[in-house]
């Protein structure tokens, strides 16, 4: 059984940065793909970015390039959302997911396992 758990959530101010974790727990984790997705009120689940396997491709969607890095550490069962310049369109549940696969995906519906998500809210 695969276990992912986010922290890290909370409110900010615009501007601001937070740093989301999630654990996981349940096979080997370096075998994962890992990304993150965020799910704002009466919005569809959105892809954020992921990370490769071996910690070495980064991929993000183009409204939180520059401002978002993910990292890993596979040696933790780790993996790491960090946010600067937060907007308040940034404001969404997080979460992270894992695909067992070894393709590069960003669709939601291609992630094996998911978190139980975390609030992120950005105040104007």
């Known amino acids: 059984q695969v276990q992912l758990v986010e922290s890290g959530g909370g409110l900010v101010q615009a501007g601001g940065s937070l740093r989301l974790s999630c654990a996981v727990s349940g096979r080997t984790f370096s075998l994962f793909t890992m990304a993150w997705f965020r799910q704002a009120p009466g919005k569809e689940r959105e892809f954020v970015g992921r990370?490769?396997?071996?910690?070495?491709?980064?991929y993000y969607t183009n409204s939180v390039k520059g401002r978002f890095t993910i990292s890993r550490d596979n040696a933790k069962n780790m993996v790491y959302l960090q946010m600067n310049s937060l907007k308040p369109e940034d404001t969404a549940v997080y979460y992270c997911?894992?695909?067992?696969?070894?393709?590069?995906?960003?669709?939601?519906?291609?992630?094996?396992?998911w978190g139980q998500g975390t609030q992120v809210t950005v105040s104007s």
């Open positions: 990370i490769s396997r071996s910690d070495t491709i980064t």
């Open positions: 997911a894992a695909d067992s696969s070894h393709l590069y995906r960003n669709a939601a519906l291609d992630y094996d396992y």
